[in-house]
């Protein structure tokens, strides 16, 4: 339920109202934008008299909510999120640039990317330190010394770090990291999930090989009910019946989330084609359907690289699809 207060209300008469909705057992998220202020009712709201709120003299209106996301509901949260990261905000206005390697390989490996994407534009480092592979068979990263590599790579160039979390028992591991991945394959992993809303750390939550846009947003839910916030989706392309490209990126996942919610949308292009040459293409398009930034794969020595080489850009690569992405951002912008 949405209650959607009259302008310039006073702030008594408004924690009275939230005091009076949680004396009901329900929970509020207040949301005080630049135009509206609304309360989102979180809970059973089936005995709540929708009538009597109505009838308050500071309720403009009253709308019931059958989404069964609340806090990532664009209704209970009208403007669009910014989550900070270091000196970055990401979401709203903002277009995000996040490079690195799929897997953090050694210590020359990561720092040399990492001069070489933030020379190149990019606001945010990753990198796998915990791998998710196909086979048991490859190489599986370097786990917690991957960690600390990234975080020379970050001490070395500023930029804030974003890795990957397979397994609750790992979460002490990520003390120092800035953003946590949370990978495709554990999309619907739901104790990780109420784990990581314990945390205030911002996650970065990737679509599911086969899951729907609602599916993404309850995991986000699941998240966001725990206390935290701070979630950045990530479009990464859908399994499909096609087969020349890794994945299928789902674009209208952009302009249909960007409806949704309020949380800040990544799209991931190396993940969604698999191939390189199609990274720079996908980027542009991520850039013109809405997107608040883009995760890219780039690699140093692509033809050697431990994981996921075909998918991955040169830093030279990178650099023109930052200047290329930010041009399609500034004609859109100019109308
Ligand atoms: C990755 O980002 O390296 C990764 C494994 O991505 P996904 O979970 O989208 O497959
Ligand atoms: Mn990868």
């Not at 909705?21 to 809970?43: C, D, M, N, R, Y």
């Not at 790579?153 to 120092?176: N, Q, R, Y």
């Amino acid at each position: 339920m949405i209650i959607l207060l009259k302008n310039g209300v006073e702030k008594t008469q408004v924690d009275n109202l939230i005091n009076w909705v949680k004396s009901q057992g329900l929970s509020v998220h207040l949301s005080e934008g630049q135009f509206q202020t609304v309360l989102g009712l979180i809970g059973d709201v089936s005995g709540v008299d929708i009538d009597l709120i109505r009838g308050l003299s500071i309720v403009e209106n009253v709308t019931r909510v059958s989404e069964p996301y609340k806090n990532a509901n664009r209704k209970f949260h009208p403007d669009d999120s910014v989550i900070r990261v270091g000196d970055t905000k990401i979401g709203g206005e903002n277009f995000t640039f996040i490079a690195g390697p799929c897997s953090v390989e050694s210590k020359e490996q990561i720092c040399t990317i990492a001069g070489e994407v933030k020379a190149a534009g990019a606001n945010l480092l990753r990198g796998g330190a915990f791998k998710p592979r196909t086979s048991p068979y490859d190489f599986q990263g370097l786990r917690g010394d991957g960690i600390e590599l990234l975080l020379e790579a970050k001490e070395l160039t500023g930029l804030p770090i974003v890795t990957e979390i397979m397994d609750l028992s790992h979460l002490p591991l990520f003390d120092c990291v800035d953003v946590i991945q949370v990978g495709a394959r554990n999309m619907q992993n739901m104790e990780l999930l109420k784990a990581l809303g314990k945390t205030d750390k911002p996650v970065l939550l990737k679509r599911g090989l086969s899951s729907t846009l609602k599916e993404l947003l309850m995991s986000a839910e699941y998240i966001m009910a725990g206390g935290n916030s701070k979630v950045i989706l990530c479009e990464r392309g859908i399994r499909t019946f096609e087969t020349v490209t890794r994945n299928t990126l789902d674009i209208s996942a952009v302009p249909a989330l960007r409806e949704l919610t309020h949380l800040p949308i990544i799209v991931d292009p190396s993940h969604a084609a698999g191939i390189s040459r199609f990274v720079k293409t996908l980027s542009y398009t991520a850039a013109a359907a809405g997107a608040h930034g883009v995760m890219i794969e780039v690699h140093n020595d692509p033809q050697n690289a431990l994981c996921d080489g075909a998918q991955s850009i040169t830093p030279e690569e990178f650099a023109e699809t930052v200047r290329g992405a930010n041009k399609i951002r500034e004609a859109i912008a100019g109308g």
